[in-house]
């Protein structure tokens, strides 16, 4: 990772988990039950806390910095990044369930149901999603237009017809060959609709144009792609001790994968040709989308 990109994503880590961190204290509606709530507080502070790239919050302040040096308001892009994040994490948990992945390990340790127990992690994810739309209504700085546009971007893309309806079609397919075009449809809901959303997000908090906005969301679109393939690739590649999850999994499983269809180099070709999809999109910026570009590399190039 070249230096100027690793900082980069130090400072957007930091400044989305100091943001994280504050949310994880809860208060109850009525100030009665707040002591009640300690184990679920537990609950979400090792969920939130466990770590990852934070790659969805650094799309944001990515996007944000790549079409206005000044920045928006600092609130609402930290709202902005912590609700992607809030959202990408209740997936995750309510994806390890047994009802769904069945899996053990996350980020490198017990899932949330393991550590807890099931309705716990339930009830945590469930938390999430509302926090983050919480959060989005509270971003400070921004017209109310855009924090509707903002509400909507985030519903749109984790609701029915994006994320839920693209872990509804992969578990519906398990143990059935997709085609190409299958495959690519269900990973655009599953896992592109979110980047798509964090490139989004950042854009309307940072007054993007209509086209400043198109641009970045067809770059999402790709990189949400390329994402997948990579993830397909280091799930055959990578260990448990590098992927911080079950690897091997999708296979044992009989899902279809961009390895299975396209074979190992197949899948690198297909991940280098939608990143330079990705990129050809966003030519038009200056050199304030360089850290945008250079996640993008990193997303497609990373080991873990």
């Not at 988990?17 to 002591?35: F, I, M």
């Not at 466990?50 to 600092?74: F, H, M, T, W």
């Not at 609402?76 to 209740?90: G, K, Q, S």
């Not at 490198?108 to 739309?133: M, S, Y």
């Amino acid at each position: 990772m070249n230096p100027a990109l690793s900082t980069f994503m130090a400072h957007s880590r930091a400044r989305c988990e100091a943001r994280l961190r504050a949310v994880s204290r809860l208060t109850a509606q009525d100030p009665r039950a707040t002591a009640s709530l300690g184990g679920l507080e537990a609950a979400v502070s090792y969920a939130l806390q466990a770590g990852g790239k934070r790659i969805r919050p650094c799309l944001v302040y990515a996007a944000a910095q790549a079409v206005d040096s000044n920045g928006p308001a600092e609130v609402a892009l930290d709202n902005a990044a912590c609700a992607i994040e809030l959202v990408h994490t209740y997936s995750l948990i309510h994806d390890d369930l047994p009802a769904m992945d069945d899996d053990a390990l996350r980020r490198g340790r017990p899932t949330l149901h393991k550590a807890f127990d099931e309705a716990t992690a339930i009830l945590v994810g469930d938390g999430l999603q509302a926090l983050a739309f919480e959060l989005l209504s509270e971003a400070q700085g921004v017209p109310a237009e855009d924090q509707i546009a903002m509400v909507k971007v985030l519903a749109q893309a984790s609701g029915l017809g994006g994320m839920v309806g693209g872990q509804y079609v992969d578990i519906a397919a398990t143990g059935s060959t997709l085609t190409l075009q299958e495959l690519q449809g269900l990973h655009a809901l599953k896992t592109g609709v979110l980047i798509r959303a964090a490139l989004s997000l950042g854009a309307v908090a940072a007054g993007a144009s209509a086209s400043e906005r198109a641009a970045l969301e067809m770059f999402g679109q790709h990189l949400g792609l390329a994402f997948q393939v990579v993830d397909d690739i280091l799930d055959v590649e990578g260990s448990a001790a590098t992927l911080g999850k079950t690897g091997g999994k999708d296979a044992l499983a009989g899902k279809t994968t961009y390895v299975s269809l396209l074979g190992l180099e197949g899948a690198r070709t297909a991940a280098d040709a939608l990143l330079a999809d990705g990129l050809r999109a966003v030519e038009g910026f200056d050199q304030r989308a360089d850290p945008l570009r250079a996640l993008a590399e990193f997303i497609v190039q990373r080991q873990t």
